[in-house]
């Protein structure tokens, strides 16, 4: 499932119009469904009310979400006005979208772990990951937004300072958690298709058919990729579970 936010904006609406052209049905972020309306082909598409302002609204936004373009800003070619401000929407509003989209994946092992007798070591557990704490991601950005003459037109892909097999982010959720679990290699189709069941019947799956779609690749960029680039080294998956819990 891919989110649209800023879908009523230029950018947006004409995304919209693409990928609706192209038969997908992409979820919109809107905050107002009048205006929505008036712009937007509203039955192509899934429309959810909220404000990147308001974390709450952004939680049913980003269920089951594996793609988010993320387009709701104010421009500079915008005055600011009442709930349009540069700092609050194209910062806070971007951490909020960023901290909400953070959550389901760990939280959906650690509820899989709390539900499950066994753990499906998905794809033999051995898929990398390079978890990244949020608040680093975060800083990141605005480092981003502050240097601009520097980072103008760049693209930066970051990660965490250490990979992960999945095998080793269980264990580590396993430690944190104080739980023991037994751990069964299992294959992704198979896993794929108990995720699919635990979407079609659960309000709240643990696992998605999105999450699944993570394990097909390794995902991981360069170890230094954020100290390379922005001075300083984002806390490892591990210290931050020690320190935080699930
Ligand atoms: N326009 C260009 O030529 C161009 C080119 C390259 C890159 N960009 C970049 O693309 C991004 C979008 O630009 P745009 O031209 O599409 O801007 P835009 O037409 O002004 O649209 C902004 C969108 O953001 C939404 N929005 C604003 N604040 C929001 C909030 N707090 N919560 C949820 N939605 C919110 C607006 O919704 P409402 O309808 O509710 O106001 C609108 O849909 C910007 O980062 C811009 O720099 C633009």
Redesign the pocket.
Known sequence: MILI????????RHLVARMVAQGERPRV????LK?AAQILPTDKVELVQG???DPKALKAAVQGVDTIVH?????AD?KESTG?HYED?NVR?TGNLIRAADAPFIKGLTDLIRTAPVVPLIGGGKTMFQPIYVEDVVTVIMKVLEDPARTNGKTYTIGGPAYYSFSQVIDVLLDTMHASRIKAPAPTALVGVGAAVMEAVLPKPPLTKAAMTLFSFDNTTDKQSVERDFGFVPVSFREYMQKHGV
């Open positions: 936010t800023g879908a009523t904006g230029y950018i947006g972020l809107v905050r107002d205006r404000d990147t302002l387009a709701a800003f104010i421009t915008h349009n929407t509003g």
